[in-house]
């Protein structure tokens, strides 16, 4: 089934539920201890086996030195942190927080890690080893730093989560790992998981040099891998550079993403912007491959710039994707590349290039190519047989995109072009005031004039209706709405599902906590009680 999620945030979760038992961990604490504050815990894994559901556990600040693993066997993997103790449902979690104004870091610079696959053919039963592996369903972690997560032949995450469901990472940072920031991998048919939200996430500076399949290959920022079922993950306010593969990347998910308010730079290169790995991939959002046709992903007011080879890259998918209001600048080889092919019922190819038709192809609306730099849109090139020989094929255009206007967009049409990320290679960019630089202490990112459209902006309500609230005569082109403070406020949502409900049809209602309210049809916005409620609190998770 193609569902499809739009989700809203204008503040990060930051409550914690009125029920469960509390604990803490310190760095200077003792597993033999009660875990309380003035007694806590040393290791989350402590924490994970005393744990029930509605729980929540305090992480004090410092540096957690991983050097010591534990094992899941059904994921044959290890981990520095292995939380393998469930929630109960949406609205009865266990929380993992840092504790209020403390940061924890958890260290894997000295952690053990399996041989894992050699570069020939022999494998242990030990293939990976992740800084914090989740085994586990309904938790909710916050405000967690894992770093420096090691390798020999197979790349290791700094975050895995696999085989489980509705799973939140609120403003967690992974970087400097010898792998992916965040994987998840769902393991395939018939588990019926994801469902998971990255909230204002950052991954940064991940490179895995001795990979069994290259300098580089496979450390994305985010990836979402082998989902057949279940429920849709979705990423909000997450920003993903300097990674060594892709920023974004959804191979062999066959089922749909969605990608809202989120950033990608500098992908395809280490060592804070100065390396380029020979077998880095480098693009931003990366949403295939789709052999069986269901990653129908969904990506939207997001921001690709700098990234080696393409900012939105469709990777030969055999299901279409929608790419609504996104903004690409400078991206090296092409803004958007929308390469994709067919496969049988089987899996197999069916053909080099492909052109995607009817319900199954790409939908790109409101998009600012900067410049208009393109692959495979308007005109695709199919090859014909084992030959180099091709031909041209009309292919989705899309509407309202500046390739589609013939808008060549410059210095004028934005507030500015400046940013610390266009300039500055050889230092952390976190530290540095910008676009990717510190978040404001709600997780949200500062307001910066960066590629924001600037009074008098020829893109400037250029753009088609998608539901989205906008001010002018017609919607904006690109990632931002001009005159609106911040495209992830609550109200332009509200008011747009007022307006269009058929568009959006049921949706699901968390709260400012993240616990489950219901489901309602999209009509029931108009009533009272729901109004009120929405009023009452800036931010809510609308899913439909």
């Not at 020999?152 to 790992?177: A, D, F, P, W």
């Not at 390469?339 to 192809?361: I, Q, Y």
Request: aromatic share 10%; net charge negative.
């Amino acid at each position: 089934m193609d569902k499809r999620f739009a989700f809203v945030l204008a503040s990060a979760l930051t409550a914690v539920q009125a029920f469960g038992a509390t604990y803490y961990v310190a760095v200077d604490g003792n597993d033999k201890s009660k875990g309380t504050k003035e007694k806590p815990f040393a290791t989350l894994k402590q924490a994970n086996s005393v744990v029930t559901p509605g729980d929540t556990v305090w992480i004090r600040g410092g540096v957690y030195e991983m050097r010591d693993t534990s094992y899941c066997e059904r994921a044959r993997m290890s981990a520095g942190v292995l939380l393998t103790t469930s929630g109960e449902s949406d609205d009865k979690r266990i929380h993992y927080f840092a504790y209020p104004g403390e940061r924890p870091i958890f260290d894997g610079t000295n952690l053990p890690i399996g041989q894992a696959l050699d570069k020939t053919t022999s494998s242990t039963d030990l293939e990976y080893t992740a800084g914090i592996l989740i085994y586990a369903s309904y938790l909710h972690l916050k405000g967690i730093e894992v770093r420096n997560v090691p390798m020999k032949h197979n790349s290791n995450s700094g975050v895995y989560v696999t085989r489980c469901k509705h799973v939140i990472l609120e403003q967690m940072e992974s970087h400097h790992n010898a792998g992916p920031g965040f994987f998840v991998n769902e393991g395939g048919r018939g588990l019926n998981g994801g469902g998971h939200l990255f909230l204002n996430c950052d991954a940064h500076d991940n490179y895995d040099p001795t990979g069994r399949q290259g300098d580089g290959e496979n450390a994305d920022g985010f990836g979402v891998h082998y989902q057949y079922d279940g429920d849709t993950t979705k990423f909000f306010g997450c920003r993903s550079w300097w990674n060594s593969d892709d920023a974004y990347d959804f191979i062999n998910q066959e089922f749909p993403v969605v990608v809202e308010n989120s950033y990608a730079m500098g992908s395809g290169y280490s060592d804070y912007g100065t390396k380029m790995p020979k077998n880095g991939n480098g693009s931003g959002f990366k949403m295939g491959e789709s052999t069986f046709g269901g990653g129908h992903h969904i990506i939207r007011n997001s921001v690709a710039w700098k990234n080696e080879t393409f900012g939105f890259y469709a990777n030969y998918t055999g299901a279409g994707t929608q790419w609504i209001n996104n903004t690409s600048f400078k991206n090296e080889q092409r803004a958007f590349n929308m390469a994709s092919t067919t496969f049988d019922a089987e899996g197999h190819r069916l053909a080099d290039v492909a052109v995607l038709t009817g319900d199954n192809a790409h939908v790109l609306k409101n998009n600012i190519a900067f410049p208009n730099l393109n692959s495979q849109v308007g005109v695709c090139w199919v090859k014909i047989d084992d030959s180099d020989k091709g031909h041209d094929e009309d292919c989705a255009a899309g509407e309202n995109n500046t390739w589609n206007l013939k808008l060549d967009l410059d210095e004028s049409d934005f507030e500015s072009l400046d940013d610390p990320s266009m300039t500055v290679t050889g230092e952390d960019l976190s530290k540095i005031p910008g676009i990717l630089g510190p978040r404001n202490a709600d997780g949200s990112i500062p307001y910066v004039g960066f590629l924001r459209l600037k009074k008098g902006s020829r893109a400037i309500d250029k753009g088609e209706d998608v539901g989205l609230e906008f001010t002018g005569k017609a919607p904006d082109l690109g990632a931002y709405e001009y005159g609106l403070s911040s495209t992830s406020s609550i109200k332009p949502i509200a008011k747009s599902i007022a307006k269009s409900p058929r568009i959006w049809g049921n949706v699901t209602v968390f709260d400012l906590q993240g616990r489950y309210q219901g489901k309602f049809q999209a009509e029931q916005l108009h009533g009272r009680s729901i109004a009120e409620t929405l009023k009452r609190n800036s931010q809510y998770l609308i899913a439909k």
